[in-house]
């Protein structure tokens, strides 16, 4: 099994590698993919060095799957490559996530989906992936009407530069800026780019990608992202209104429950999710379950994941695990 991993030097490039050795992922020949300046270099993996390589010898190499995670520019322009060659490609820029070909695959909900012809599959929105990890099994059960969904989002959302930004404002030191405004003490209601009706890209990700994953554009979810000072992952404020009513102790059970998901809400012993804990992690955080006493079913809840992990690397991961137990690649 050739596995390549095409922005393999990234942020979450090497979180990549590092999930594939911790669920030792079966790999015969690992092909590491990044940009021309890298090309050459060397890096590391279950002990063993490799050698970077650029995107037409990774093609020629011919790997079963190549996941990517390099941006929606070379996304748009490679992965169609890679599969003309007969590669598997996950991709997790945003740069297929909508089209009507492509699947948008979170492996808990919709890996069934997925079929020998899919060649190019999405990874959703790291935001994305923790919110529709908790919806799917509500909306089973409940039947969910509207969400509304407030995001505080970890720096590394943004990626090395963000990180060095945060680094240099704690020593206060001159250096390049990821964010328009300092980002230290600071919560920045700016996820990616404006869009003309007002929203950010992130906040469109978020009202548009559960409808495709959960296959039901009657949904209706608005969203605001906020950018804050933090690492370890990205939270979210969650409010859903349901069609039928519910007990918390029946959601905190179906959650606890669901695979991928872990439960922690316990106000007498200050228990709940945070970034400091998810960090590192694989799992969906979820606590301060509460009814919202202001309009009938309807509920609140707190939702923490590692941007980096469930948010990223590791489904992308979870996809391919699925893949080759199937036999679709």
């Known amino acids: 099994m050739k596995i390549a991993v095409v922005g393999a030097t990234g942020m979450v490039g090497s979180v990549m590698l590092k999930v594939l050795e911790e669920r030792n992922f079966p790999i015969t020949e690992l092909i590491p993919v990044a940009s021309e300046r890298s090309i050459g270099k060397e890096i590391s993996f279950k002990g063993n060095s490799y050698k970077i390589v650029g995107m037409q010898q990774a093609i020629s190499l011919k790997p079963e799957i190549a996941i990517f995670s390099a941006g929606g520019g ?174 918390e102790s029946d959601i905190r059970k179906m959650l606890n429950d669901t695979d991928g998901i872990v439960v922690q809400d316990n106000i007498d012993t200050n228990t709940y999710p945070m970034p400091i804990y998810a960090e590192g992690k694989n799992e969906v955080f979820v606590g301060r379950i509460r009814r919202d006493y202001s309009q009938e079913n309807t509920v609140n809840m707190w939702i923490v994941s590692d941007n980096l992990r469930k948010g990223a690397a590791t489904n992308a991961i979870q996809i391919a695990e699925y893949l080759v137990a199937n036999d679709l690649v």
């Not at 007969?86 to 945003?94: K, P």
């Not at 509207?146 to 505080?152: A, H, K, M, P, Q």
């Open 74 to 247: 070379t996304s748009l322009e490679w992965a169609p490559k890679f599969a003309e060659a007969g590669i598997t490609v996950i991709d997790n820029s945003s740069a297929w996530r909508m089209h009507p070909d492509h699947k948008l695959v979170v492996p808990e909900i919709n890996a069934n989906e997925l079929t020998k012809e899919d060649k190019i599959i999405a990874n959703p929105n790291c935001s994305t992936i923790q919110l529709v990890m908790t919806l799917a099994p509500l909306h089973k059960k409940y039947r969910i009407k509207r969400v509304i969904v407030s995001t505080y989002q970890s720096i590394t959302g943004t990626g090395v530069k963000a990180v060095q930004q945060l680094e240099n404002e704690y020593e206060n030191k001159q250096g390049d800026m990821a964010y328009h405004y300092p980002i230290h003490k600071n919560a920045i209601p700016h996820c990616d780019v404006f869009e003309d009706n007002g929203y950010t890209k992130e906040e469109l990700k978020l009202t548009r990608e559960p409808k495709k994953i959960l296959g039901d554009d009657s949904l209706k979810i608005t969203a605001t992202a906020v950018r804050i000072p933090v690492v370890g992952g990205h939270s979210e404020s969650v409010n859903i209104e349901f069609e039928n009513d519910f007990s």
